[in-house]
Every structure is written in structure tokens, then in C-alpha cells.
């Protein structure tokens, strides 16, 4: 059963960093695109950042200067590296791969003093 499992998050403190991982166990990794969404309790769940199977990427607004995604294709693994973390980034961050709809079970990110 193809799989993609995150892991990397946990409570910081706010100014803080954390880097997520999603690893994908299906054989062909480095033709698709993947993401990073978030649920933030009582909210809808939002893109945060995608990148390209050629590497570009994309963020929105309330991350840019602060989170970067990554690849590695050779690890099957995406990365988001997220910096100067606010209260407001506190949210259960999901991996996804949009063009097989496949999605994590999610890793809770919590931005607290």
C-alpha cells in the first residue's frame, strides 16, 4: 500500500524553527508534484507550499521569507523547513502528492511559549 508519512513536528516556541519530512513508499517519486497543507483547529485546510517535479515552488503569502520546501528525489522524501514560527503557524501540517490524491496522516505543529 502505497504511503506518504510525515514526521518533524512537535512544540516550539514562537521565533523558533522546525523542519517537516513526508516520505512517499510508492517506486516512482520524482515525476510528480508535492505539497504541504494545514489545518489550524476550526479552519479550513490551505495550501502552504508546493513545488514542481523541475523544483519550482510556490508559498503562500502569510509564509514567504520564512518556510522553504524541498526535494530529494533520490530519498523520495519532501522537506518544508519552516523559520520564525508564529502562533498563528500552529496547525496539523498534511503532505500531499496532487496528481495521485495521495495524502499523510498529518504531524501537529504547535507555536507556543
Known amino acids: 500500500q502505497v504511503q506518504l508519512v510525515e514526521s518533524g513536528g512537535g512544540l516550539v516556541q514562537p521565533g523558533g524553527s522546525l523542519r517537516l519530512s513526508c516520505v512517499y513508499s510508492?517506486?516512482?517519486?520524482?515525476?510528480?508534484?508535492m505539497a504541504w497543507y494545514r489545518q489550524a483547529p476550526g479552519k479550513q485546510r490551505e495550501l502552504v507550499a508546493a513545488i514542481a517535479s523541475g523544483g519550482s515552488t510556490n508559498y503562500a503569502d502569510s509564509v514567504k521569507g520564512r518556510f522553504t520546501i524541498s526535494r530529494d528525489n533520490a530519498k523520495k522524501t519532501v522537506y518544508l523547513q519552516m523559520n520564525s514560527l508564529k502562533p498563528e503557524d500552529t496547525a496539523v501540517y498534511y503532505c500531499?502528492?496532487?496528481?495521485?490524491?495521495?495524502w499523510g496522516q498529518g504531524t501537529q505543529v504547535t507555536v507556543s511559549s
Open positions: 510508492g517506486s516512482i517519486f520524482s515525476i510528480y508534484a
Open positions: 500531499n502528492m496532487p496528481p495521485t490524491g495521495y
